[in-house]
């Protein structure tokens, strides 16, 4: 270790030493979680529709492709059920998270009805995956490093040492002199 360091080891408050020991240990705290991937989340498209009524519709599938007018392909394993009513109809979503960075997906929904027929949806919806420092940002768990920014905080908030008023000379605790 360079003598320098130790020297500044060795002028530290145990306060201090405290600080500095736990805020190592809470950033290889962070270093861990951000390696079992606790501090990043995938970046994923997800996808959105409604329906207005669903009359024989048994379900959905979801296509996608990397240009308006490329070869689309199925990307949900199952069919995704329909869950509305026949004539209110209902919300759904689906989240890919299979997007490459710096690609843009197109997206197109195809209605399965119970009479085995097949309509394909005319909307396709455009999804821009992030790249570089954009996808960085968005992957980023931010609820998680706020609560490691808050106990670091706490930590140097908890082990500052209190100091005390600077007395004058001449001020005695005991007695005042007449």
Request: charged content about 20%; hydrophobic content about 40%.
């Amino acid at each position: 270790m360079p003598r320098f360091l130790i020297s500044i080891w060795e002028n530290c408050s145990m306060s201090d030493r405290l600080r500095i020991i736990l805020s190592l240990l809470l950033g290889l705290v962070a270093i861990a979680l951000y390696v079992l991937g606790y501090l990043t989340q995938p970046v994923q498209a997800i996808i959105e529709w409604s329906t207005e009524s669903e009359v024989g519709t048994v379900g959905f599938d979801i296509y996608r492709a990397t240009s308006a007018d490329g070869d689309y392909q199925k990307i949900n394993e199952t069919l995704i059920p329909s869950s509305g009513d026949q004539f209110t109809g209902a919300s759904y979503s689906y989240e890919d998270s299979t997007i490459e960075p710096g690609v843009t997906y197109y997206y197109q929904l195809e209605e399965l009805e119970d009479t085995g027929n097949l309509t394909r949806m005319p909307d396709t919806v455009t999804f821009d995956s992030p790249a570089g420092i954009n996808r960085t940002l968005s992957q980023i768990n931010w609820t998680t490093v706020s609560v490691l920014l808050v106990l670091l905080a706490a930590i140097w908030l908890l082990f500052t040492p209190k100091r005390s008023r600077p007395q004058p000379d001449n001020a005695t605790a005991d007695r005042v002199q007449i």
